[in-house]
């Protein structure tokens, strides 16, 4: 075998690459591939914001490759038509694919793989590119998933994870007709990107890591809801994309010892265990991992002005705002904002979810939507009426109100704790009063709960 292809999906590096490894141990000539995948346009999941993330990722992924002697080869059309006509273009006897657990990746997996079969080629598929551990490699007896995450917690910290592959020096790519590198527009986005964006790409990536391992990793532990603080590693936009490994993250922070690495490794664990959940329950997408027979209000305007920041909560609309401004958000904001949205307005969590997918850069099916079951009461979580109290979480986790202010300009007239309650300040401010009183939220939402 001479040649064989290595399919970019969601693994847009050099290090620690299972799938580019593989494919380059497997033949002397490699196809470094990408598809800007028209299916994936088709199923709504192209936003402006991933769009241009995506851009910078592969023009640096571009020049990773270039800088060891290949290129990135870039088709536009379907998945397994394009990577099928590579194939035969270069009589490549191989296709090499990171392994994923939503619902479009594994029927794409399925195309491929009856598609080179029939031309009498093979697809192998890699299943610790884009997760420290397989979905599944872990579960309890007589299941095929852990719905528990502390007991997954033990087992996946017990199992020792591959080795971290260095990135290839050497690169020989065959001749083969290579579309140019696509901006956001030919990656399918339409509409206005957030202002804020950070900037994709393995390099971008490394570096934030480096910054990260000096000067934040040791105090994770203590500081990682500090919301005014922004101590957490911002690193969730490059693992969604594959820009770092989630091998290497566990590998490194591994090495250090204390409570901040040990809680960035827990973080790691929740993520595979979303994944596997989901590869285990794919409808859990869009459907109740565990229905409790909710009946959501249908009130448009108070939905609305959550996705504004309107909803004259502060800390919420600060959440709210630094989402639309930057395509992030902090994780304590997201469980907050999704906990107004589906506890204090009972509107269902899927309009929050689709909201968020359609802003993050980090937007990922598997962490999104059951980390939006989790706090809808929904999903795995054994505690479906926990309600975070927006003023209540304030206290705890902006208690002089600097990300407030920082995300709610018209409130910056108003000092310390004051402005989680502008209802109360002396002065006028441009501000929106309640759309809803607390505890009568609450009670509503309990009532509702008990049918």
């Given at each position: 075998?001479?040649?064989?292809?290595?399919?970019?999906?969601?693994?847009?590096?050099?290090?620690?690459?299972?799938?580019?490894?593989?494919?380059?141990?497997?033949?002397?000539?490699?196809?470094?591939?990408?598809?800007?995948?028209?299916?994936?346009?088709?199923?709504?999941?192209?936003?402006?914001?991933?769009?241009?993330?995506?851009?910078?990722?592969?023009?640096?992924?571009?020049?990773?490759?270039?800088?060891?002697?290949?290129?990135?080869?870039?088709?536009?059309?379907?998945?397994?038509?394009?990577?099928?006509?590579?194939?035969?273009?270069?009589?490549?006897?191989?296709?090499?694919?990171?392994?994923?657990?939503?619902?479009?990746?594994?029927?794409?997996?399925?195309?491929?793989?009856?598609?080179?079969?029939?031309?009498?080629?093979?697809?192998?598929?890699?299943?610790?590119?884009?997760?420290?551990?397989?979905?599944?490699?872990?579960?309890?007896?007589?299941?095929?998933?852990?719905?528990?995450?502390?007991?997954?917690?033990?087992?996946?910290?017990?199992?020792?994870?591959?080795?971290?592959?260095?990135?290839?020096?050497?690169l020989r790519v065959p001749r083969v007709r290579s579309e140019r590198l696509p901006d956001a527009a030919r990656l399918g986005a339409t509409g206005e990107r957030s202002p804020r964006l950070p900037t994709g790409g393995e390099d971008p990536a490394r570096r934030r890591l480096r910054g990260w391992e000096r000067g934040g990793l040791d105090g994770y532990a203590d500081r990682h809801d500090d919301l005014a603080g922004d101590a957490t590693s911002r690193l969730s936009p490059y693992l969604h994309f594959g820009c770092l490994s989630a091998t290497e993250l566990r590998h490194r922070a591994g090495r250090r010892a204390g409570p901040g690495a040990a809680a960035f490794v827990r973080q790691l664990a929740w993520r595979d265990f979303h994944h596997q959940v989901l590869a285990a329950r794919p409808d859990a997408a869009w459907h109740d991992y565990r229905p409790r027979g909710d009946r959501w209000r249908r009130d448009e305007a108070a939905v609305e002005a959550w996705r504004a920041g309107r909803t004259g909560y502060p800390l919420v609309d600060a959440a709210m705002r630094q989402l639309r401004e930057e395509g992030w958000m902090h994780n304590r904001a997201r469980l907050i904002a999704a906990s107004f949205l589906t506890k204090t307005l009972y509107e269902d969590w899927r309009i929050g979810a689709r909201h968020f997918l359609a802003l993050l850069v980090d937007g990922d099916v598997a962490n999104n939507q059951l980390n939006w079951q989790w706090v809808a009461g929904t999903g795995t979580d054994t505690r479906p009426n926990r309600v975070l109290n927006p003023l209540t979480q304030a206290r705890r986790f902006d208690?002089?109100?600097?990300?407030?202010?920082?995300?709610?300009?018209?409130?910056?007239?108003?000092?310390?704790?004051?402005?989680?309650?502008?209802?109360?300040?002396?002065?006028?401010?441009?501000?929106?009063?309640?759309?809803?009183?607390?505890?009568?939220?609450?009670?509503?939402?309990h009532a509702a709960r008990r049918g």
């Open positions: 075998m001479n040649v064989s292809v290595a399919l970019f999906t969601a693994d847009l590096r050099v290090h620690d690459n299972p799938v580019l490894r593989a494919a380059l141990d497997g033949a002397p000539r490699v196809v470094p591939l990408f598809v800007v995948d028209s299916g994936i346009r088709a199923a709504g999941f192209v936003s402006p914001n991933r769009a241009a993330f995506l851009a910078d990722c592969l023009a640096d992924l571009d020049g990773a490759l270039r800088a060891r002697g290949g290129r990135l080869v870039v088709r536009h059309g379907d998945v397994v038509a394009e990577t099928c006509r590579v194939a035969a273009e270069t009589a490549a006897g191989t296709v090499h694919l990171a392994a994923g657990v939503s619902g479009y990746a594994t029927t794409r997996e399925r195309g491929l793989r009856a598609a080179l079969a029939a031309d009498r080629r093979e697809l192998r598929v890699h299943d610790t590119s884009l997760t420290t551990l397989p979905a599944g490699a872990v579960a309890p007896a007589g299941r095929d998933h852990y719905a528990v995450f502390t007991p997954y917690l033990r087992r996946w910290l017990a199992a020792e994870p591959r080795p971290v592959l260095a990135a290839p020096r050497v208690p002089r109100g600097e990300y407030v202010r920082r995300w709610v300009p018209e409130l910056a007239g108003l000092a310390g704790p004051s402005a989680h309650r502008p209802w109360r300040a002396a002065a006028d401010v441009d501000y929106p009063p309640p759309i809803v009183e607390l505890t009568a939220a609450a009670e509503r939402f």
